[in-house]
């Protein structure tokens, strides 16, 4: 027996975490099997500046809708391996931007090749193993946006009150 499955939907964050780990640690070793150093965590940041071009860290953070704090810790650990290099922002001198280095770029590239193999296995699973793959992910994001509506605190407060 699964006993957060049991426990039902209030361990929804901790299916949600489980899940992640799994599919993070699989994707990390075929990282490593491709030759490529960057964190399978860090892979949106690197493929958002290649898209985007230098960036201040509260802008990357709030692009993929992470906490500000684990954004400095991801860039730290990129900055480490060489993928990415503080610059300074031509619009305001006390401020600096992040912009990937060559081999960052390097990695970008086959990360994005990667990521065509990947969204076709990704796709593969989610209809196979949980419906539809377009309505899963649209189930996710109805309730993170439901969730930036009215946070889980609110909601308990709400059920409280009636």
Do not use: W
């Not at 992640?20 to 491709?34: T, Y």
């Not at 964190?39 to 230098?54: E, F």
């Not at 993170?144 to 609110?154: C, G, K, M, T, V």
């Amino acid at each position: 027996m699964d006993f957060i499955a049991y426990l039902g939907p209030a361990f929804v964050a901790h299916r949600l975490r489980r899940l992640s780990a799994q599919i993070v640690v699989d994707i990390a070793r075929e990282l490593v099997d491709l030759g490529l150093t960057v964190p399978s965590r860090s892979a949106s940041t690197v493929l958002l500046l290649a898209h985007s071009g230098p960036l201040g860290p509260v802008d990357i953070a709030r692009t993929l809708r992470l906490s500000h704090p684990l954004m400095v810790r991801a860039l730290r650990a990129l900055k480490d391996l060489g993928l990415v290099r503080a610059v300074d922002d031509p619009a305001d001198q006390r401020r600096s931007r992040v912009e990937l280095t060559p081999a960052g770029h390097a990695e970008a590239e086959k990360l994005a090749a990667f990521n065509c193999r990947l969204d076709t296995a990704m796709r593969d699973i989610l209809t196979t193993k949980a419906g539809a793959a377009d309505a899963f992910l649209a189930s996710l994001d109805a309730i993170s946006e439901a969730l930036d509506q009215l946070p889980i605190s609110a909601r308990l407060t709400l059920k409280q009150d009636a």
